[in-house]
């Protein structure tokens, strides 16, 4: 593909050009014509173009003012928004008949942003299949014990089920990125908790791995807990945020609901 605009550092634009890996993310989508899909960061839409084959209900997300032009030409069917995607209100475009379908490459400098936006509004989202860097990818599937478990890791295994589909070189990219990338697909699981615990559940995470070196004791006395006795929390303290499982991260949750209230500064 001839691509009519350099790509913009400021957006971390890496347009993806080789057909078979684009065929093996269609086929990870899977999508089907009464799907609703969120295509985040088009670029100049080679991805956009095969999803459009499978159906018409497809958002394409760009921030690029020129990219976005060139997609409106390319593409006159796509329903297209200018905006930056973590700016955009997901509770517009969802339908109560249809939960929201998320693809795209994007950007390794707002992974974590654009993944926690969804995790906030999980009941809107089916699932996501992302292109991401595969350091990221890494994190956001490690398990427990290992040096890549972290917010990202407990967070995802608590609200989905996220799997590396594989991995892709950085020869298939314009321009090169200097790292390898993966595909990820992310299915949302159906939360039954209400809003405020899930809340709680993430900031629990964060706290916990605030101090990633020092015990849960240290790192919780160190953060917006810091006035909760967890002596009779049922985890042991000595323990770093590390070693906790999504079960152990879990009963914290509980714990705090029970005892303290939902409500955290």
Not at 61 to 90: C, G, M
Not at 132 to 151: C, F, P, S
Request: aromatic share 10%; net charge positive; hydrophobic share 40%.
């Amino acid at each position: 593909m001839k691509f009519q605009n350099k790509p913009k550092k400021r957006f971390g634009q890496n347009f993806l050009q080789d057909e078979n890996i684009l065929n093996k993310i269609v086929k990870e989508i899977n999508p089907q014509p009464d799907d609703l899909i969120i295509e985040i960061g088009p670029g100049y839409g080679a991805l956009t173009q095969k999803l459009l084959s499978f159906t018409e209900n497809l958002i394409a997300v760009e921030i690029d003012n020129e990219i976005a032009e060139s997609l409106k030409e390319r593409f006159p069917q796509l329903n297209l928004i200018n905006e930056d995607f973590l700016e955009t209100d997901l509770s517009k475009l969802a339908s109560q008949q249809k939960k929201l379908r998320v693809v795209g490459n994007i950007p390794y400098n707002i992974t974590s942003p654009i993944l926690f936006k969804l995790i906030e509004k999980n009941k809107l989202i089916k699932d996501a299949v992302f292109m991401v860097q595969l350091e990221v990818a890494k994190r956001m599937t490690a398990d427990r014990d290992t040096k890549d478990y972290g917010i990202l890791a407990a967070v995802l295994k608590y609200f989905s089920e996220t799997e590396i589909c594989f991995k892709i070189s950085p020869n298939v990219f314009y321009p090169k990125p200097k790292v390898y990338s993966a595909l990820v697909h992310i299915n949302i699981k159906s939360m039954s908790q209400p809003q405020e615990e899930q809340k709680l559940f993430i900031q629990i995470v964060k706290a916990a791995f605030g101090n990633r070196r020092k015990t849960l004791k240290n790192s919780l006395g160190n953060s917006i807990f810091r006035e909760i006795d967890f002596s009779n929390s049922g985890i042991d303290l000595s323990l770093r945020a590390e070693n906790l499982s999504v079960d152990d991260f879990i009963a914290l949750n509980k714990f705090v609901m029970q005892h303290y209230g939902s409500t955290r500064k």
